[in-house]
């Protein structure tokens, strides 16, 4: 990790001289001056800026994007893989990680994080299973891994991107929300000192940036090249690009280098001073460090996960129910909520949120379904997301007559944005269970051409 500087950084005038001639010119990547988002140029204000990026961060080389994390998910798997390759995909991945399945024709195969009912959450993938993923399909040419996942669960990455050089596959992570991790000791090992080949930060999610703010960072210098040449030709980053959002990027993480340090270990004692209280309230659970088990080795603590299974009320009853408290969770689940301590978060914001929920859990809502629902097993896989694509077979059936056909929606809970059913697998009338009562109780359901899952599209004929 990188240590906290003890003085400012001597490099701090020339970004700073980079960002306000950035904001000189006009977006456009014709004005030579500015420096572009489309090639390295080291003599242009981007291209210097990027050079204190990937000093910061520690890597060969950076590529901040006014994009967001999707699409930089989207480029790099598309670097790293060839049409009608097999690519191993963690299957609660961002559901971003699909749309290069379409374009290239990739095929593939899914390996699924163990899920932990006692807390409600999905856990990391292991180095044992991605071995074993890896013996089962030689053919796997890249592998594509959240890390942390959303609620601040890190799993063993250094092992499983040593799995991936054992069998000589390239390792590509979905960092978005470890943008800040770098920046103190006490948090997770950040996955760009992992040996992973590119990992994919959100700087928006987790260092102040403004949205759509994120970064890629490379240890594999060589995938560069090709990277921008997915970043020329295929249409996917605008020629127009944000420097505001450039500008926002360079100067929050610049500021974390500074400052980040002592900005965290703050929040840190905030936090635990808040799980422990949480978990002295009556039907309530924060978990830590103590559920450490495979697949769960670091921790994340600036997310507060809280399970309220035990209320008798959903994580939606008490989303809206800190709402109306004047709190904004960032997400609810059947059985959590999920609340994140930012870097502007003050003790007196933590105190009454606590104050809140013992609140809440005095007087529970009684909204609960009657047994709560486990994380739908995984579906059989009938079709590849580009067949189901372009087929000209496709068409509306009420969600129960779907069961037992083939998807053509691709669906997810959001947030966190992980897919219940991928265009291709047959629907089960497990998944149409899950979806909607997830609807039923405040959720959404990303990609579903039914918001409330009335009708699903389906393959086959008339």
């Known amino acids: 990790m990188i240590s906290p500087p003890t003085t400012a950084v001597p490099w701090r005038e020339t970004i700073e001289r980079h960002v306000r001639e950035i904001a000189r010119y006009d977006h456009s990547v014709a004005v030579p001056n500015l420096g572009t988002l489309f090639h390295d140029d080291p003599n242009t204000a981007i291209g210097q800026a990027q050079r204190h990026l990937a000093e910061i961060y520690g890597v060969p080389f950076a590529y901040p994007s006014t994009n967001g994390t999707s699409m930089l998910n989207v480029l790099a798997l598309m670097t790293v893989a060839w049409p009608g390759d097999t690519v191993l995909i963690q299957r609660d991945a961002h559901v971003s990680v699909f749309a290069p399945l379409i374009h290239l024709g990739l095929r593939p195969v899914y390996v699924a994080p163990r899920y932990v009912p006692e807390i409600g959450v999905p856990l990391g993938i292991t180095p044992a299973q991605l071995r074993q993923s890896l013996r089962d399909h030689p053919e796997v040419r ?3 891994l959240t890390y942390p996942n959303y609620f601040g669960i890190a799993t063993d990455l250094h092992g499983c991107a040593a799995v991936g050089r054992e069998y000589g596959v390239p390792l590509i992570v979905d960092a978005a929300h470890g943008a800040h991790l770098a920046f103190h000791p006490d948090l997770p090992t ?7 080949a ?3 930060q959100s700087t928006h999610k987790t260092c102040g940036a403004l949205g ?9 210098a060589s995938l560069v090249d090709r990277f921008y040449e997915m970043v020329n030709h295929l249409g ?3 020629t127009s690009f944000s420097s505001v959002i450039l500008m926002s990027l360079f100067q929050s993480v610049l500021a974390l280098q500074e400052r980040g340090h002592a900005a965290i270990a703050a929040r840190l004692a905030m936090v635990a001073w808040a799980r422990e209280a949480i978990n002295a309230i009556d039907g309530l659970r924060c978990f830590g460090p103590e559920m450490y088990q495979e697949g769960f080795v670091a921790f994340d ?7 309220v299974a035990h209320l008798g009320c959903t994580g939606f009853a008490v989303e809206q129910a800190l709402y109306h408290a004047g709190h904004y969770p960032e997400f609810a689940t059947l059985d959590n909520i999920l609340l994140l301590a930012t870097l502007g978060t003050e003790w007196e914001e933590i105190e009454h949120l606590v104050d809140s929920l013992r609140a809440i859990a005095a007087a529970p809502r ?11 097993t995984q ?7 580009r067949a189901v694509f372009f087929s000209k077979h496709r068409r509306r059936l009420s969600a129960d007559k779907a069961v037992g056909k083939v998807s053509a929606e691709t669906i997810a809970t959001y947030p966190p944005g992980a897919a219940v059913i991928v265009a291709g697998e047959e629907v089960t009338a497990e998944i149409v269970t899950f979806l909607r009562a997830v609807r039923r109780e405040g959720g959404v359901l990303k990609g579903a051409s039914d918001a409330d899952l009335a009708t699903m599209i389906v393959l086959g004929d008339e």
């Open 366 to 376: 009684a909204t609960r379904p009657a047994a709560a629902l486990p994380f739908p």
């Open 198 to 200: 590119i990992v994919m």
């Open 301 to 307: 603590p600036l997310r507060i996960t809280v399970n």
């Open 236 to 238: 996917f980053v605008s």
């Open 379 to 385: 579906p059989r896989h009938v079709m590849d997301p």
């Open 212 to 220: 759509q703010s994120s970064v890629a960072l490379f240890n594999d």
């Open 142 to 144: 890249a592998i594509f």
């Open 190 to 196: 950040p996955a760009e000192r992992t040996g992973a």
